[in-house]
């Protein structure tokens, strides 16, 4: 395979990894430079690859390196798999994890000039943000009120007894008949693609076996040219010491400026020991004028992990398992209103978890980000008014300015 091959296929996968779109007509020098930014991105930060030349006419073995590290490191087949899975049913995606909240201990003065923006922009950008974001979550409602009436609509008519209703892509085959033949090979290139995996699988330590070597050839050419440069060096010196008659002189000079370089750089130790003897007590001394800020300090970390451990005793029962992934959504009818399409029956949708056999109910994932809403309301709070606070700081500073606050 060429090089160009090479940097075509990884443009293709990453770009299916990230679901983003590509043709054929793409430039070589932009699949190049996505290349090397996804890769980037991933954490393959090896310096060979990023100076490979944009055209894409060199480096195959460095994109076989990057191609084996992708299959090792991110999963790349059974990502590709994942997303090119052929999905019958509607799916809905559930997490109920927590993230850590990051923590800031920089001061109001310690950021740069650089970092500084208009405050303007940013409540620019906060106002576009809420615009997309409530336009998102109409198109979801709507979305959702839509899969609820063909669940409702369709109660009853699947022979699975544990799903009991059709999805979307079942509804749609039943009144056009005619896409059968669209599903059915999408569902027979899916299977050839099961199959190519699972005979991947079957020789994928003969791919590893082969790696090793190639690993260990280009660790062997690194070291060639290392010696032959370095034997280059030690060469140049004899010959033009043969070739030239005042060679002795130059040599005498030459040993001079080393016995000389030799003393300064003695010097130079005994310096950087001085300094670093007069660094270590400058840094003692400091630390001794800091063990009442530290202790401070300290005292009111303490007191904020007391706050919140607090909050976490308060929410009772010890919770389950975080529920992540992505499922699919089945009606749960419980009575006649259920059939009538009352708030009851939407609140009984349920998502399937592939991972595990239970079934996850709306009304607990409802009810787990209910709590997640209330810890970050409370954590927003907790940052306004310290907000607050560095504002007042920064007022308290500035000679005749009035600060009316909103």
Request: charged share 25%.
């Amino acid at each position: 395979m060429s090089s160009l091959d090479f940097w075509r296929l990884l443009y293709v996968l990453l770009k299916q990894i990230h679901g983003g779109r590509w043709t054929e007509s793409d430039a070589i020098g932009a699949q190049v430079s996505f290349v090397k930014a996804a890769l980037w991105y991933h954490g393959y930060g090896r310096p060979q690859l990023q100076r490979l030349p944009a055209d894409g006419s060199a480096g195959s073995r460095e994109l076989l390196l990057a191609f084996s590290w992708l299959l090792h490191s991110l999963g790349l087949l059974e990502q590709l798999l994942a997303r090119n899975r052929v999905q019958t049913g509607d799916q809905a995606s559930v997490c109920t994890c927590e993230d850590e909240l990051p923590t800031s201990q920089e001061g109001p003065g310690e950021a740069g000039a650089e970092d500084r923006v208009d405050v303007r922009y940013l409540q620019w950008l906060n106002g576009r943000l809420r615009l997309q974001w409530c336009t998102l979550h109409a198109q979801h409602q709507e979305h959702c009120k839509l899969l609820h009436k063909i669940h409702l609509f369709t109660s009853g008519s699947h022979m699975d007894q544990n799903l009991r209703h059709f999805s979307v892509t079942e509804t749609d085959l039943i009144r056009q008949p005619e896409n059968c033949k669209q599903l059915l090979q999408l569902l027979e290139s899916e299977t050839l693609q099961l199959e190519a995996f699972l005979e991947w699988k079957q020789l994928e330590a003969v791919y590893w076996q082969w790696m090793e070597t190639v690993l260990d050839n280009m660790a062997e050419e690194g070291n060639m040219c290392e010696s032959q440069d370095a034997d280059v060096e030690k060469r140049r010196l004899p010959e033009v010491t043969s070739s030239c008659p005042w060679a002795d002189k130059l040599t005498g000079q030459m040993d001079r400026l080393s016995r000389d370089l030799v003393a300064l750089q003695e010097q130079l130790q005994q310096r950087v020991a001085q300094r670093k003897a007069v660094w270590w007590e400058k840094v003692a001394a400091r630390e001794e004028l800091q063990k009442e800020r530290f202790s401070a300090t300290a005292r009111k970390v303490q007191e904020s992990v007391e706050l919140k451990l607090r909050g976490l005793a308060s929410l009772g029962a010890p919770r389950r398992n975080k529920t992540h992934g992505s499922g699919r959504l089945v009606l749960r009818s419980t009575g006649a209103a259920s059939r009538a399409g009352t708030a009851a029956s939407r609140a009984g949708t349920a998502a399937c978890a592939q991972e595990a056999a239970a079934a996850v109910s709306a009304a607990e994932v409802l009810a787990e980000l209910q709590l997640r809403e209330a810890s970050l309301h409370r954590e927003l709070q907790r940052l306004r008014r310290e907000c607050r606070r560095r504002l007042d700081g920064i007022a308290e500073g500035l000679e005749g300015v009035i600060c009316v606050s909103p």
